[in-house]
């Protein structure tokens, strides 16, 4: 064991090399437009609409995943270095503890998917990340969530996967289609997906002269709608020409476009011709973008809408 000496010199420059990676951290992630706080549990409990914990015993656990607290998120970076001067004593206790070879009792956590969230012990994840540990012992209580969070969340992301957790919660399709993602990046998406659901159910329902439950009507939604457009917006290829949106994005947009074309041309509009002169019209590439617009404001050419159903 080290002197006392010794060990409160190792935890002070241990400190000091802690807080100059936060700083160097903050300006990066600003640069780069990344996270760099810590995830707050109420906030994200609140987001996902989450239950109470269940525990789950004593467990090793990855310190890459710990990336949120409960009371201490603005004390640590996502990281879980320092960020803030006032976290020095304490931080510099627990450093001196770790190189005298003294054992200190398991942290406590919450896990809401792969994230967990530190109830007790911030200082002893901070230090433990700092010394180059990958694991920690923790006593772990889960709580179970619809949609399943990442490490790498982004806290401005949180609306919409609040969003999609009312929208599973309503529906029930993560249970009766477990394989379809349903991932969206439009703010109001859900509630759009939500509305055509139950313009289904409603048509089912005079159809079938039967009332649908929300469920059964969510899962024909999405066999008998859903699914068909969404191969199709695989098949097609339009993906590529709006990188970093899904197929559900897509298939809201072009449920618009469509309903635009309809009105425009008086007339049900092929699917195939929607992809095409919504691609034509709003791709994200800056090529087909300069190429659509010397079309339409030079050449004058419209869309080649003429195959018509």
Known sequence: ???????????????????????????????????????????????????????????????????????RYRDFDRAFLPAQARTEGRWEAIGRAHFGNINLPPVKLYKIGDVYFVVDGNHRVSVAREMGQEFIDAEVQEVRTRVPITPDLDPRDLEIIGEKAEFLAETRLDETHPKVTFDLTIPGGYGLLLEHIRVHKYLQGVEWSREFSMEEAAAQWCDQVYLPMVRAIHKSGILRDFPNHTEGDLYIWLIEHQYYLKERYGSSVNFQDVMHSYSSQFSGLTFKKLRNWINKHILRIEPDLSRLD
């Open 1 to 71: 064991m080290e002197d006392n000496a010794n060990t409160f010199f190792r935890a002070r420059v241990a400190f000091g090399r802690a807080r100059a990676k936060s700083v160097l951290g903050r300006l990066w992630a600003t640069i780069h437009r990344r996270p760099h706080e810590l995830l707050a549990y109420d906030e994200v409990r609140e987001h996902l609409h989450v239950g109470g914990p269940v525990y789950r015993g004593l467990q090793t656990v990855p310190i890459s995943q710990i990336v949120g607290s409960v009371n």
